[in-house]
């Protein structure tokens, strides 16, 4: 269903990927307009949303400041409906602690360079047609968060509204790739901690490739290191991920 729901999104908005998550500019903007109403800066999946045909919240906010009918804020929500969250973890529900995160560096990093600048985003819109390789393109994964930092034996549980970066889904929304560049370029917690797939599947993670299909690979397959004690390094290998399959760090002076 997500796969349908980037094709359609991208065909509606002439050739234009999602972002990964509008920008945070204040407490009343951005937001869009999704399924079910008016949302308050929406992440990718509530962004294909009318795509998808089912609305991702029962009482989607406009302002952050806005309280749901379930005593949500309306920046950190709960998804309402189970195609926007994993089967295997039910409770992740959290829009931000995502079961589901996006390859926002390669194909939509919606964040801002200048903050004074609400139309400054770092490495959006981005056009389907950059993508060279939209088959082997990972846009959509299975996330294990900003635990991926972390030894195994220290990673906590998922909590609704976290932000330890020790718990397993904190900041799912964003997923990394295996290369990153905290220096030059960026991680989902920048710059102390890095996203990375969840093999939660028998020791693999399912993931959605651009083209629309899915498949499911081990972390290593997918290109990710680990360091000794289990954690995941930050110099793996990008060519499932760059768009042109070339292993390069997503940075500012990056170029399809």
Not at 206 to 211: A, G, M, P
Not at 231 to 239: F, R, Y
Request: proline share 9%.
């Amino acid at each position: 269903m997500l796969g349908q729901g980037i094709a359609i999104y991208t065909n509606e908005f002439r050739d234009t990927l999602p972002p990964g998550r509008l920008p945070k500019i204040d407490s009343r903007n951005a937001y869009a307009t999704i399924n079910g109403g008016r949302k308050y800066r929406p992440m990718f999946v509530a962004m294909m949303s009318t795509a998808v045909g089912m609305p991702p919240f029962t009482d989607p906010k406009a302002y952050a400041t806005d309280t749901d009918m379930f005593g949500e804020a309306g920046d950190t929500q709960n998804y309402s409906s189970s195609l926007y969250y994993c089967p295997s973890t039910p409770e992740w529900t959290d829009e931000r602690n995502g079961s589901y995160g996006y390859n926002y560096q390669f194909l939509g990093n919606s964040r801002l360079v200048n903050s004074s600048d609400p139309a400054s985003y770092k490495h959006w819109p981005v056009p389907a047609s950059w993508i060279r390789h939209p088959g082997r393109t990972i846009a959509v994964g299975d996330c294990l968060g900003t635990a991926a930092s972390f030894a195994p034996s220290a990673r906590q549980p998922y909590l609704n509204n976290g932000k330890d970066a020790q718990r397993v889904g904190c900041e799912g929304f964003n997923l990394d790739p295996p290369r990153v560049d905290p220096t030059n370029g960026e991680m989902a917690d920048a710059p102390e901690h890095r996203t990375a797939i969840d093999a939660r599947h028998r020791g693999r993670g399912n993931v959605l490739r651009v083209d629309g299909h899915a498949d499911t690979q081990t972390l290593v397959q997918f290109g990710y290191k680990l360091n000794p004690d289990g954690s995941i390094a930050l110099d793996g290998n990008n060519a499932q991920w760059s768009g042109n399959g070339l292993d390069v760090p997503w940075t500012l002076a990056f170029t399809p």
